[in-house]
């Protein structure tokens, strides 16, 4: 069966530090991958997604960057962390126009 | 643009008094409408996919139905763990580009 294990589940980070959070998808073979951010008031924004290794789209233009550095292997980064990064990410992958499935999250508070 | 509206932002029902979540939207191409359930700081969980209007699913005290401009998620006799946020989102185009998501309803369930 599939799953996807997204981490870390909580972080704290002080404004203008560097960002990594890692998504990994088991039990299928090129999913299409996506990044969400979700902040109070705002529902589930779309940040990124892709369909392949390399292939990254941007949903919004923003401080923050995305990479798939193999098959089953998302990564959101930034380089300089603002305040009004802060927020739930998830991670979701999905098969053509099938459903989506969510990680667990991060929750990110910058300070 | 896709567009999707949950109504309302917000819901208090005594246990066992029946109610129903709207869901309207705007798409070009509808190809699939989604309901999911999220509980505090956790990811989305899959509920229902509806695909054309008339359709309808149920699950356990759910039931989503479907027409051409909106959807409605009836929850008949709801016990407190049914309290949760429900999202509804749609999916359109070649499918790759993710779900555009609604802000969701808050329901609580009061014993």
């Known amino acids: 069966s599939q799953t996807i294990h997204q981490w870390p589940a909580t972080l704290v980070q002080p404004v203008g530090s560097p960002l990594s959070l890692e998504c990994t998808v088991e039990?299928?073979?090129?999913?299409?991958l996506y990044w969400y951010r979700q902040a109070a008031g705002r529902g589930l924004q779309l940040l990124f997604y892709?369909?392949?290794?390399?292939?990254i789209s941007s949903e919004v233009p923003q401080n923050l960057s995305a990479s798939r550095p193999q098959d089953r292997q998302f990564i959101l980064s930034s380089k300089k962390l603002l305040l009004s990064d802060s927020g739930f990410y998830l991670c979701?992958?999905?098969?053509?126009?099938?459903?989506?499935?969510f990680g667990s999250g991060t929750q990110l508070s910058v300070l | 643009e896709d567009q999707v509206t949950q109504s309302p932002e917000a819901l208090r029902l005594q246990e066992g008094e029946s109610s129903s979540l709207n869901c309207s939207y705007t798409v070009s191409g509808l190809r699939g409408l989604f309901w999911y359930r999220q509980d505090p700081g956790k990811g989305p969980e899959f509920l229902f996919t509806l695909y054309s209007a008339g359709e309808e699913k149920e699950k356990e005290r759910l039931k989503a139905t479907l027409t051409k401009k909106e959807s409605f998620l009836h929850i008949t006799a709801p016990k407190p763990e049914d309290s949760a946020t429900y999202l509804c989102?749609?999916?359109?185009?070649?499918?790759?580009?993710?779900?555009?998501f609604g802000k969701g309803t808050h329901l609580i369930i009061q014993p």
């Open positions: 892709s369909v392949g290794i390399g292939q």
């Open positions: 989102a749609v999916g359109s185009g070649g499918g790759a580009d993710g779900l555009t």
């Open positions: 979701a992958w999905r098969l053509s126009n099938e459903k989506l499935f």
């Open positions: 039990g299928t073979s090129n999913p299409n």
